[in-house]
């Protein structure tokens, strides 16, 4: 098989790629996977590019792929990687394009039964308020000062021009805005393509669905997190649109001048990366924090549409709906952070690259609602499948670097499943399961069905077994809406 690698299984959900000197790995891989998931991974070049990843400079302890890893640009989709902070480098390739691509979870206090004669009304509603689709644009009347403030300041600033509740912030990794941020380090292209897609879906895996809680499988983090059986809840899939995009992309050409200048080698050239403290790496990170804002603040305009959709298809208002945010996590993101490393502590830069952040019990970065229970962990699966609510467990600081994965990890590309697999029968099967689908392309349907991603329960089942994350709650679309 293309990607297949000697893997030595250490327990029954953890796997392992020895270190090899020879081949320039200074470290091993780990792979979170129960036997199916391991399996497929090696349909592709997912623990290739895992191993040429190994071989970067100052990474610490262990490449890690989650179950959900994937081929991606260089880095793998669903691995993280931690580089001293010291003296460790920045990889752009290692965070991906859509930079803080990330899930959001809006609660209701509506059981599925109230809401069953309105879903259509809702599903209108929400199409018809969040632009969605390649080049879905909406104009908020916003300046260039505003879109500034919006890359430097993030969700914060959205709910300062109206775009939300006060208390909206509380409940988002970073609190809705990453200090550092530099918006002279975009470009002007970069600033020009983000402008009219703020406040807009995207296309591609981003949705905005309307989801039951089917089960709660931990009654007192379920309590926690302000979770019931039967409650109804959205989950909003998004990120930095063609801002993060051009951002990734500006800094990958600049960085080729950067490793010929510094005679820098490597095993795949789309690991591209810059040594801690240069000026390519600080400025990077400055135009990277500005994209991470930029998504955070996109996300909250588009609650806020969401918020409008149920206000309009029920004739009340998101208050009273109780339509609180339960939590916004990133995923596609470089943050400097403390974790222990090999018995010390230790400051590190931790690339998560279609993963994301689950830190256990405990930590001050938790809101304090959540902190006795560890922080939520949103899983999206595939467009008619479950997701899950999860919680960081103290295996994800021992051993992961607090991460965790980030959905259900594709096992075809988007072409191929356009060609294998016919929008009818995703359709048919949506229909089957009395879901309520709006999407902008036919072809869109076929790329994003589940036969195109691994099966979501088997991921799951491999963070929750090697004890990375605990299952909160099982979810079940509604109703979709993508691009």
């Known amino acids: 098989m293309p990607g297949e690698r000697k893997m030595d299984r250490l327990t029954e959900f953890k796997w392992e790629i020895k270190a090899d000197p020879e081949k320039g790995m200074k470290v091993p891989v780990r792979i979170y996977a129960n036997s199916k998931v391991a399996e497929l991974m090696q349909r592709d070049r997912t623990l290739g590019q895992a191993a040429n990843a190994a071989t970067m400079p100052s990474i610490v302890e262990n490449m890690l792929v989650m179950p959900d890893g994937h081929e991606g640009y260089g880095f793998p989709i669903g691995g993280v990687a931690a580089f001293d902070a010291d003296n460790g480098i920045i990889s752009p390739g290692a965070v991906g394009f859509d930079i803080n691509c990330g899930i959001r979870l809006i609660k209701t206090n509506l059981s599925v039964k109230e809401l069953a004669p309105s879903i259509s009304k809702v599903m209108d509603a929400m199409f018809k308020n969040v632009p969605s689709g390649v080049g879905s644009k909406l104009n908020l009347g916003f300046t260039e000062k505003d879109m500034d403030k919006v890359a430097s300041e993030g969700a914060s600033y959205a709910v300062e021009k109206g775009y939300g509740f006060k208390d909206d912030t509380e409940f988002i990794e970073e609190n809705g805005g990453m200090e550092g941020a530099d918006t002279s380090k975009v470009s002007q292209l970069a600033k020009q393509r983000g402008k009219p897609q703020l406040g807009t879906l995207g296309a591609g895996n981003h949705f905005a669905e309307v989801q039951s809680v089917e089960k709660i499988l931990d009654e007192k983090m379920a309590k926690a997190y302000g979770m019931f059986e039967g409650q109804v809840v959205i989950m909003l899939h998004s990120g930095s649109r063609g801002y993060g995009h051009q951002v990734c992309s500006d800094y990958l050409r600049e960085l080729v001048g950067y490793e010929k200048r510094n005679s820098i080698k490597f095993p795949d050239p789309e690991l591209g990366y810059a040594f801690v403290g240069s000026k390519e790496a600080d400025n990077y990170l400055g135009a990277m924090k500005a994209a991470v804002n930029f998504a ?14 149920f206000e309009e298809a029920l004739e009340s208002s998101a208050d009273k709906l109780g339509m609180r945010i339960l939590y916004d996590l990133s995923h596609n993101i470089a943050k400097l952070e403390e974790h222990n490393v090999n018995g010390k502590r230790m400051r590190v830069y931790v690339h998560r690259k279609g993963a994301t952040r689950a830190f256990a019990p405990g930590r001050k970065e ?36 607090g991460s965790s994965c980030h959905g259900a990890g594709r096992l075809m590309s988007r072409h191929q499943a356009i060609r294998e697999i016919p929008a009818k029968k995703t359709i048919d099967e949506m229909e089957r399961k009395n879901i309520a689908i709006r999407v902008r392309s036919r072809s869109l349907i076929s790329e994003e069905a ?16 090697a004890n990375i994350s605990k299952a909160v709650a099982r979810l079940v679309p509604l109703g979709v809406a993508k691009g």
């Open 366 to 401: 938790i809101p304090r609602a959540y902190r006795d229970v560890g922080q939520p962990v949103l899983i999206p699966g595939s467009m008619g499948t479950a997701s899950y609510v999860l919680a960081g467990r103290e295996g994800s600081m021992l051993e992961t670097f």
């Open 296 to 309: 955070f603040a996109n996300r909250q305009i588009m609650t806020h549409f969401i918020r409008k959709s």
């Open 450 to 465: 589940e036969w195109a991603y691994k099966n979501i329960d088997d991921v799951v089942a491999s963070v929750e077994g």
